[in-house]
T-cell receptor, first 112, second 114 residues
Framework: DAGVIQSPRHEVTEMGQEVTLRCKPI?????LFWYRQTMMRGLELLIY????????DSGMPEDRFSAKMPNASFSTLKIQPSEPRDSAVYFC??????????FGPGTRLLVL | GESVGLHLPTLSVQEGDNSIINCAYS??????FIWYKQESGKGPQFIID?????DKRQGQRVTVLLNKTVKHLSLQIAATQPGDSAVYFC?????????????FGQGTTLQVKP
């Protein structure tokens, strides 16, 4: 089992640029979660999908953040325009039937 | 300059000793709980879970205890090893339980001294 796959693993960009993070959930899992982890705020849930439908996006910081899940095997989290305060580790997790979530390795984002 | 951020509780134990990591959860209606381990530079890794109809569950070298009366969860690690050094998070499934949404605690850092 490949586990949750995230890309890129590291991203360095300049303020104002668009950033797209990608996630491939575990095959057969029907829920997908996007988290952000920082030293200041810990692990925060941004948005999650069930059967490709966004269920709760109340954790999305602002309109600069958007997420899509066009099919069961792929999701994106986009930040446009990016700001230095968006620097964090972004995790994707997936689960089957709303049970244990399995996390990917994360994307380390640095916005200069 | 001074470091600003979450001040995670830290548990420091000697290699070979048993470790107990505690967690107070927030919602008395939560019915599913998970412990995760996060090593430096990696994503949280599932360790063990427990449902609210149980008080105790054992895994390999780990035991989770649930006290619903005081909303307390603990993770016991037997014969702690250097590889156990990590940040440990508890998480609860918030009702309605069919959403899959987890609420994570702030985490506890476990340091194992050789």
């Amino acid at each position: 089992d490949a586990g949750v796959i995230q890309s890129p693993r590291h991203e360095v960009t300049e303020m104002g640029q668009e950033v797209t993070l990608r996630c491939k959930p575990i095959s057969g899992h029907n829920s997908l979660f996007w988290y952000r982890q920082t030293m200041m705020r810990g692990l925060e849930l941004l948005i999650y999908f069930n059967n490709n439908v966004p269920i709760d996006d109340s954790g999305m910081p602002e309109d600069r953040f958007s997420a899509k899940m066009p099919n069961a095997s792929f999701s994106t989290l986009k930040i446009q325009p990016s700001e230095p305060r968006d620097s964090a580790v972004y995790f994707c997790a997936s689960s089957r039937n709303q049970e244990t979530q399995y996390f990917g390795p994360g994307t380390r984002l640095l916005v200069l | 300059g001074e470091s600003v951020g979450l001040h995670l509780p830290t548990l420091s134990v000697q290699e070979g000793d048993n470790s107990i990591i505690n967690c107070a959860y927030s919602n008395s209606a939560s019915d599913y709980f998970i412990w995760y381990k996060q090593e430096s530079g990696k994503g949280p890794q599932f360790i063990i879970d427990i449902r609210s109809n149980m008080d105790k569950r054992q895994g390999q070298r780990v035991t989770v205890l649930l006290n619903k009366t005081v909303k307390h969860l603990s993770l016991q690690i037997a014969a702690t090893q250097p590889g156990d050094s990590a940040v440990y998070f508890c998480a609860e499934n918030t009702p309605p339980s069919n959403t899959g949404k987890l609420i994570f605690g702030q985490g506890t850092t476990l340091q194992v001294k050789p």
